[in-house]
């Protein structure tokens, strides 16, 4: 741990490659006292409401098990099935040796000053872990939840599903209703060990105000998969990642999919980078973006290392209300025999499907939520029923907002 936390004080003034700078001293990260639940029951109803709206269920209704964390304080965790651990990060460094073969092994703490800050004044995260051959069913579902206005969010989380299992997580970060700005880190180490699978799916619903920069790495082993699911639709002031995934066992697949909304004054820049390393492995980033006068960076890179990978690119955006969304694809494969291809395109609703709608008795308001619904419809193999429930209704919010 010395080792890590002298990377990570050599790098808290490190600039971010991507994104613009934030000056973290504008926030405060004074850890903030918060009482552990018994019940989820106790939460407040305006919050459980704002959790909702993030895919989180308090009442835990088709949930494998579950955790919060309140600002800086994990205030409930645990697992309803044998074969689960759901631990709060900073219990577990303290009580699981083998914790320390998972934390910061994949990010670098010294990436940036969000990492390196993640490490200094690390507040909590969520270690969630199937184990060897379980089939957890039901997602796993976890909250990061900003209630104190200005604070300054870190937190570490490490998701494990080892050889031969199956895990399903729901990750939903939102805020208080009263709460206008705040700063969010999150560090997430994703592994996927051999013949296991593990689906993440993760909702924003942030403040307006808001500045978010999770840094996130996962690794799949031979004949794993590792499906991950990004929805951003609501406003927040700027939001950038660019999560990476290295294929490293042969047969091993990955597969991105991002829904995001950029609204006036919102500054999205997300992508997904996939490295296949191994024979067979396989490579999918599908995006979709839609501008409603905001900015929308949308990025893709694909890196085929060894012959016989296939992978597939596809970014398409939409402007609706003017706003500017820049597609950057990338493809680079380093040696002969690799399969990889890429589809971009970014424009604004053809005026003749508006028409034919209305022709059918609809509003020209009406016609123009249906076809962003229909945009935004992706099918994403694999994944529970109860997790493309949680997408659905993202999604039918969204068409609300624009009616």
Request: with cysteine; charged share 25%; proline share 3%.
């Given at each position: ?77 645990r697992?309803r ?16 040796d ?30 969630i872990?199937?184990l ?12 990061l939840?900003?209630d ?29 209703p009263?709460l206008?700005r705040?700063?969010?880190?999150g ?9 296991a699978?593990?689906?993440?799916t993760?909702?924003h ?20 998969l ?27 697949v ?38 409603n ?15 016989g ?7 398409r ?12 694809p ?7 025999g ?5 589809e971009?395109?970014?424009g604004?609703?053809d ?12 509003s020209?308001?009406?016609?123009t ?14 994944l ?11 999604v ?8």
């Open positions: 741990m010395r080792d890590i936390d002298e990377k990570a004080l050599k790098a808290r003034e490190k600039k971010a490659v991507l994104g613009p700078d934030v000056d973290l001293a504008t926030f405060t990260a004074d850890p903030v006292q918060h009482s552990a639940l018994k019940s989820l029951d106790q939460l407040p109803d305006e919050d459980r409401s704002q959790m909702l709206k993030a895919g989180i269920d308090t009442g835990e209704a088709g949930r494998s098990g579950s955790y919060i964390q309140m600002d800086t304080a994990a205030i409930f965790s697992s099935q044998e074969g689960l651990e759901v631990i709060p990060i900073k219990r577990a460094l303290k009580e699981c083998w914790i320390h073969d998972y934390y910061w092994k994949l990010v670098s703490v010294d990436v940036d000053k969000y990492t390196a800050r993640a490490q200094l004044d690390l507040h909590d995260g969520y270690v872990r199937a060897p051959g379980s089939k957890v069913i039901y997602p796993v579902q976890a909250c939840y900003l104190k206005e200005n604070l300054s969010q870190y937190v570490h989380n490490l998701i494990i599903a080892e050889e031969g299992a199956e895990l399903h997580v729901i990750t939903g970060c939102a805020t208080a009263h206008r705040g700063l969010h880190v560090i997430s180490e994703f592994f996927v060990k051999r013949n699978k593990l689906s993440f993760m909702i619903h942030w403040a307006e105000e808001m500045v978010v920069r999770p840094r996130s790495v996962g690794i799949v082993e031979e004949g794993g590792f499906l991950n699911n990004y929805i951003c639709m609501k406003p927040v002031k700027s939001l950038q990642m660019y999560p990476t995934t290295h294929l490293v066992g042969k047969g091993a990955s597969r991105f999919y991002g829904l995001m909304v950029g609204n006036p004054g919102t500054e999205l820049d997300v992508g997904g980078r996939v490295l296949l390393k191994a024979e067979d492995t396989r490579a999918e980033i599908i995006a979709r973006a839609i501008s006068g905001g900015t929308i960076i949308s990025r893709g890179d694909l890196v085929g290392e060894v012959p990978i296939k992978a597939h690119l596809e970014c955006g939409l402007i609706l209300k003017g706003g500017v969304i820049h597609a950057i990338e493809l680079r494969g380093t040696i002969d690799v399969e990889m291809s890429h971009a395109a970014v604004k609703i005026q003749e499907e508006i028409l034919y709608l209305m022709s059918r008795g609809l020209e308001d009406e016609a939520a249906t076809i962003v619904r229909g945009f935004l419809s992706v099918d994403i193999p694999g529970p029923a109860g997790l493309k429930a949680e997408i659905d209704r993202a039918d919010q969204t068409e609300k907002d624009m009616m």
